[in-house]
T-cell receptor, first 114, second 115 residues
Framework: SQTIHQWPATLVQPVGSPLSLECTVE??????LYWYRQAAGRGLQLLFY??????ISSEVPQNLSASRPQDRQFILSSKKLLLSDSGFYLC?????????????FGPGTRLLVL | AQSVAQPEDQVNVAEGNPLTVKCTYS??????LFWYVQYPNRGLQFLLK??????LVKGSYGFEAEFNKSQTSFHLKKPSALVSDSALYFC?????????????FGAGTRLFVKA
């Protein structure tokens, strides 16, 4: 079966510090991968998605970047965090196989920038 | 363009009563529709989906949803609510032909079930 991992679960960082959040998926190949941010326990904002290694699409201009160095690894980064980067970050995957329409989410990383 | 709307920020229901969480959508073609649930400080959990076929789909934890093409709705229902159903619920839509790789999520509806 497929599983998705995110770490760390919680992170407190000072303004101006760098960021690296990691997401890995097991049990599937060539998934579509997604990074979302959720503010204040409400709606999801799609930040990035990737359809393959090294292929990143950005949905909103911002202080963050994403990379996909391996097929099942998706990394969210920042060189200098802003207060507004605080939030709950969710990674998700979707199979590209036939009949696989559903997106599945990781447990999330709560980021607090002080 | 795809879009999805959850018109209620919050739904309150007494335990044992039926519950409905509303969702309407807009896509140019035939939609894929989904419901997810989120508990505090957790990721979204998939509940159910409509792809094709029977308009009434059943999912996890006794939830079901009815696809209504004429009303472009996909309301989530449960015959008898439990306190443990209290959570944040998201409706989502994807147009498989023109929507590309993205699934569009509603703003979420918070369900409170009182004992």
């Amino acid at each position: 079966s497929q599983t998705i991992h995110q770490w760390p679960a919680t992170l407190v960082q000072p303004v101006g510090s760098p960021l690296s959040l990691e997401c890995t998926v097991e049990g599937t190949s060539n998934p579509n991968l997604y990074w979302y941010r959720q503010a204040a326990g409400r709606g999801l904002q799609l930040l990035f998605y990737s359809v393959g290694i090294g292929q990143i699409s950005s949905e909103v201009p911002q202080n963050l970047s994403a990379s996909r160095p391996q097929d099942r690894q998706f990394i969210l980064s920042s060189k200098k965090l802003l207060l507004s980067d605080s939030g709950f970050y969710l990674c998700a995957w979707r199979s590209t196989g036939q009949g696989q329409e559903t997106q599945y989410f990781g447990p999330g990383t709560r980021l607090l920038v002080l | 363009a795809q879009s999805v709307a959850q018109p209620e920020d919050q739904v309150n229901v007494a335990e044992g009563n039926p519950l409905t969480v509303k969702c309407t959508y807009s896509v140019s073609g035939n939609p894929y529709l989904f419901w997810y649930v989120q508990y505090p400080n957790r990721g979204l959990q998939f509940l159910l989906k409509y792809i094709t076929g029977d308009n009434l789909v059943k999912g996890s934890y006794g939830f079901e949803a009815e696809f209504n093409k004429s009303q472009t709705s996909f309301h989530l229902k449960k015959p008898s609510a439990l306190v443990s159903d209290s959570a944040l619920y998201f409706c989502a839509v994807r147009d498989p032909y023109t929507g590309g790789f993205k699934t569009i999520f509603g703003a979420g509806t918070r369900l409170f079930v009182k004992a």
